[in-house]
């Protein structure tokens, strides 16, 4: 956590007082957003109980209905935006890819052996796929297909304005 003051010889130095007074400051500031964040959620839970209710009157599975957003779990074979990376430069070298061709290299290149670690094949698929929607999302890759033979490319981007008014200037 780095706020603890140690000597060097494992014992606490003599700005100790200080240093715990800190240490109890901070511990009740984070208690306290403990304490505001579960008032929040049991509003939002009591808020969702209603609603519903609600539904069920109008003949809806309330269970049915998705939750908006991800809570994503990270891999500890990737780093942060390292799935991205991969699938843009994967993109660039072949222009047009599956989710299958990333998974393998980047599998090959951790040291692991796609054909024999199916479980972690799987993970890495999964994690590459939910990139590639992502990047869809935002108009930077187009999807060619569906299913199981699916493949990737990078959106053709239109010249720049500026520079099509630049050759239009004689």
């Not at 000597?7 to 901070?26: C, I, N, Y």
């Not at 024999?116 to 796929?129: V, Y």
Request: charged fraction near 35%; glycine fraction near 8%; aromatic fraction near 4%.
């Amino acid at each position: 956590m780095g706020w603890l003051l140690a000597s060097g010889e494992g014992g606490v130095t003599e700005e100790s007082p200080l240093a715990v007074a800190a240490l109890k400051r901070k511990r009740s500031e984070l208690a306290g957003q403990i304490v505001e964040l579960r008032r929040q959620l049991d509003k939002l839970q009591a808020d969702i109980f209603h609603l519903d209710m609600v539904l069920r009157l109008y003949g809806e599975e309330p269970q049915d209905i998705p939750t908006k957003g991800r809570a994503p779990v990270r891999s500890a074979f990737f780093g942060r935006n390292e799935i991205t990376r991969r699938c843009y430069d994967l993109l660039r070298e072949k222009g047009e890819i599956a989710a299958d061709d990333v998974t393998v290299r980047a599998m090959r290149e951790k040291g692991l052996d796609p054909e024999a670690d199916r479980k972690q094949r799987t993970d890495f698929t999964r994690r590459i796929l939910v990139s590639l929607h992502d990047l869809r999302r935002t108009g930077t890759v187009e999807k060619i297909g569906a299913g199981r033979g699916v493949r990737w490319k990078l959106v053709a981007r239109a010249p720049d304005a500026l520079t099509n008014a630049n050759r239009a200037t004689p």
